[in-house]
Structures are given as structure tokens and as C-alpha cells.
């Protein structure tokens, strides 16, 4: 198959256990992916490289990290430099929501699925295991879709732009099963809110624990590496 | 009267016409403006200076200059140096168009708000006088709302995010003169999609010539600088 004939979408990859199924899925549904990561001053920058180790793992045509000053908005611990938080001091770091994250990021893949012509775009975004942040909702995502279709040039024109959240309804466990029947690895991936620079997770903040338990309850081995 | 008492807003301030008029109209319908500005790889860097004047004139108590690659995605003749930016007005959406370019805006001046606890964001997008591009349309701005209003912690919890984009019906002839009662200088403002490091307009782009045609329609002395 001519790799242009696929139709091209946009996947936004953190680098985390949900993107990289997401995107394992996009291959799989037959599209030609364009990786897109930012790096917007967030403290977990072991997740940036676990992105670039899964888009050259997977070969991916294209993945661009884009840098932004969303940092400068202040309003989460993720993000804010005011708060100097040793890299020891995991069990101290607030794991907090990050204001209109994925609202920017999906609005930034808008822009580029524009210039590449891509009607698709997927995003990991889950409902089930997630840690409340109203941008993660089935509403959410459709109400952005919808707004789409009229941001861009090819809404206007009569086409389609399909904001693809594939996990959205599933449980982390049904993520994992699903993952791995894709064969996923796992170990590429960093979830941990406060990862050191090796990508070793902490076993005790929100992330950690809601992947954990998501292998666990799938009953598949857990190739998550701790410090 | 206190100004710790008065509504808080998001101004998106781009140093052009429209939204010096839009911040004129916040102020005085009684909100404390918080100004955004972009740095995204924009030719007409003229305008970031402009927007830094007319935030020390307002004595804004805050305005900040956001930073980030818009241009590493390419697309659009005001962003992308390989493409020229046209002097005559084209039919369809222009090549000057940026993609989702208003979208990013929104979405980063909402999580701004969220920060700031400001339910309303001002925008001088206009449906009118303008330049072809989807995301300027009253529809779009709607749709944008009610997608703000799910995505946020403030919209979860009962309250409510306004996109004002007081100017998307008017023209710019009735734009001018509004600004010109509310007591705005123009002649602190660039348009021009070309303008020089003085900024100093060319006449000839778009920008420039519906401005021109806004003072002329309006009756109003035109203060633009031209090279």
C-alpha cells in the first residue's frame, strides 16, 4: 500500500499509557500518523522523552513537539515556576489540573491537521479512570468537534473534522487489554506526574496508581518501571 | 471605587484596530482588563509593539505575551516566510489566514481566565469587514462558548464563561466611530499585514485597505502611519 493513499490524521502523544493505545489504535484503523507533543513547561519532562522513544519505535512519518508558555499562565503545580519542588519530594507534589490543557492542545492539532489536510484527529482522553478534569468528558470532546467545524477552513467547505477519543468510555483495565492485543509495550510509556529523568514512576501519585490498578484488574503483568 | 471590586476580564490584544476598540469597550463597561498577547512566529512583529503602547497607555494591570510555535506548523503567509503575503484581495479564505489561529487564542485566553477566576473574555473578531476567515463568524464564537462552558472547572461548577466579541456584527466604519467616542488613538495601532518596525502600514495588503475604507466610510480623520 502506497503510504500516501492513507488518509492522514493528527494523534496527540504525551508519551503516557492512554496515547500510546490511542495511537496503536489510529495505525490499526489504517491511518498515516502525525505525532504532535508539547512541551509546555510541565515538571514530568521524562514524558516528552518517552513520546519521541514510541514515535521512533513505531516509525511514525512525522512528530513534532511544540513549544509554548502555557507555564506563564500559572494556575497548577504542573506547570508553575514559582513553586520549586525537589524531585525527591514526590509524595508532596499536588497532582493538579492544568487550566483549558486540553483545549489548547486539541486547538494546536486543529491547527496542523488543517495544514496537513487531515480530517482526524485522536486524543486519549478517558472518562472512567480519570482524575475529574471536565476536559476528559464525552461532552467535552463533541462540543469541541462541533466548534471545529466552523473554526476551519475545511468545516466551511463541506468536510469533516472527526475528533476521534477512542478510550473515552473505557476503563483503564479495558485500555490495557485492548493495548496489548495491539501490541502495545508498555514500558515505552511514562504516566507518573512526577517521573524521574530515567521515566521511573513513583508508585504513589494519582497517575501511578490508576495504572496500576487499571493492569492489575486486566490481569496482565505490569512492565511499569519504579524507582 | 476599589478595583479589586470590578469583574476581571481577558482582553485578546493583537495591537490592531479591532481590539483596541474591544479593550476601550471592557474598560468601560466596568471590568479590570487582563490583556493577552501572541508571540507565534508573526511577520508583523510591529503589532506586539503596538500592543505593549496601548497596554501602558490603558495602564492595564496586567499584560502578558504569550509565546509559541504556530509557526512550526506552517500554513499561512503571515506565519510561514515561504509564503508571500498578497497585495490584492483574493475571493475565498486567504492565504493570510492562520490556521485555528483564533481557536489557540481563545483557548489559551480561557485558561488564563480560569487562573484569573474571570468569566468573560473580549475578542475583536468581525464577521463584517473582514477578511474571509471561518473563525470570525458569529456561529463560531457560539460554539466556542458552550464548548468553554464544558471544559472548565468554572463551568462544571455552575458558572458561566462569555465570549464577548462585542464588534462581530459591526463594520469597520461603525467600529471607528465607536472607538472614536469611547476616546481610543488609533494612531497607537497596527493593521498592516506588512507593516515595517516603525509600523508603518503598506497601503496595499488587506488590512490596510479595509481600515482605510473604515475611516473614509466613517468620516473620521484617519491617523495611520504609512511608509
Redesign the interface.
Known amino acids: 500500500m502506497n503510504l500516501s493513499e492513507k488518509p492522514k490524521a493528527v494523534i496527540l502523544l504525551s508519551g503516557g499509557l492512554d496515547s500510546i493505545t490511542a495511537l496503536a489504535l489510529a495505525r490499526k484503523q489504517g491511518f498515516e500518523c502525525h505525532a504532535l507533543s508539547f512541551d509546555y513547561g510541565q515538571r514530568h519532562n521524562a514524558e516528552l522523552v518517552a513520546a519521541r522513544r514510541i514515535a521512533a519505535h513505531y516509525g511514525l512519518i512525522e512528530h513534532?513537539i511544540?513549544?509554548?508558555?502555557?507555564g506563564?499562565?500559572?494556575?497548577s503545580a504542573l506547570t508553575d515556576e514559582s513553586i520549586d519542588v525537589p524531585e525527591e519530594a514526590a509524595e508532596g507534589i499536588p497532582v493538579t489540573?492544568?487550566?483549558?490543557?486540553?483545549?489548547?492542545f486539541?486547538?494546536?492539532a486543529?491547527?496542523?491537521a488543517?495544514?496537513l489536510e487531515a480530517h482526524d484527529i485522536f486524543v486519549g482522553v478517558n472518562a472512567v479512570d480519570f482524575s475529574g478534569y471536565?476536559?476528559c468528558?464525552p461532552?467535552?470532546i463533541k462540543?469541541?468537534q462541533?466548534?471545529?467545524n466552523?473554526?476551519?477552513?475545511v468545516?466551511?467547505e463541506g468536510g469533516v473534522i472527526r475528533i476521534n477519543a477512542p478510550l473515552i468510555q473505557m476503563s483503564k483495565a479495558e485500555i490495557v487489554r485492548m493495548g496489548t492485543e495491539l501490541a502495545v509495550d508498555y514500558s515505552m510509556t511514562v504516566s507518573c506526574y512526577a517521573a524521574d529523568s530515567e521515566g521511573r514512576g513513583c508508585r504513589s501519585c494519582d497517575a501511578c496508581r490508576l495504572r496500576s490498578e487499571g493492569f492489575q484488574s486486566a490481569g496482565i503483568h505490569d512492565p511499569t518501571r519504579y524507582r
Chains 1, 2 share one sequence.
Do not use: C, H, K
Open positions: 513534532r511544540m513549544q509554548f508558555g502555557l506563564s499562565i500559572g494556575g489540573y492544568v487550566p483549558a490543557r486540553n483545549t489548547v486539541l486547538a494546536l486543529l491547527g496542523w488543517e495544514v471536565p476536559d468528558r461532552e467535552y462540543a469541541f462541533t466548534m471545529a466552523l473554526a476551519t477552513r468545516g466551511v
